[in-house]
Structure formats: C-alpha cells, structure tokens
C-alpha cells in the first residue's frame, strides 16, 4: 500500500531484492569510481512518480538506517545520497580509507518500503 495521510508506507514485493552489480566486499577502487545499482523483483522509477512496485535508489554511505529512520524519508547528505531520477549507476568520489556501502530502494517519497529492501553492506578500500 502507499503512504498516505494515515501513515502508511509502501509494501515491498517479496522478491524483490537490491544489490551492488559491480563490487563486491573487500575490493579495493580508485576514487571516482563507478558503483553499479541492481534490482530485482521490481521497477525503478523516479521520485516522485507513485507508481505500483516501483522505487528508486538511495545510496548510504559510511552509516546504518536507524529502525526509526526505515520508516521516514531517507535523509540526503554526503552519507544518504539520493539517485531520485531514477538512475541505476554512479561515479563515487570517497576519500582514501574504508568505506561502506550499502543500496537502499525508497518509494517515490523517499520512504524505506516494507519490508526493507536493502543490499548488504559492503566495504571497499579507497586508494
């Protein structure tokens, strides 16, 4: 269902599933670097666009959602990075370190659906 003015938030298929197409946990990248989105089990569309089984992708960086933060819009800083235009790719410019990295499908809101739909997270080495 959607949210509305009760309060309700948009329920994920069961299948679906996000994960990161082109890393994986231990990589080590130079910075910009490409991170590629997937999603199975439903569409991508932009914010904005309340359209059934669809959402579009979030990016967290360096940080976890709280409970409470799964069910609010997601915020949009340096660590929540919004891809609201429906993209499935970025280039990521992190500085040197580790750095974890984590998708997140929103519904046209921004809202976290449910149950979440979430990739591990995964740490890649900036060098």
Not at 55 to 65: E, P, R
Not at 70 to 76: D, V
Request: proline share 9%; glycine share 8%.
């Amino acid at each position: 269902r959607y949210r509305d003015v009760t309060g309700v938030q948009t329920c994920a298929l069961p299948i679906s599933k996000v994960y990161i197409i082109n890393l994986k946990d231990g990589d080590t990248v130079s910075s910009p670097f490409k991170v590629q989105f997937g999603l199975t089990g439903m569409g991508v569309a932009p914010a904005g666009v309340e359209k059934p089984n669809t959402g579009h992708h979030h990016l967290i960086i360096d940080t976890k959602l709280s409970d409470e933060e799964l069910k609010a819009p997601i915020a949009s800083d340096a660590k929540h990075v919004h891809y609201g235009a429906g993209q499935t790719e970025a280039m990521v410019t992190l500085p040197p370190g580790k750095h974890t990295l984590q998708l997140v499908l929103g519904d046209w809101s921004h809202i976290p659906l449910v149950p979440p739909v979430m990739s591990e997270p995964i740490t890649v080495e900036v060098k």
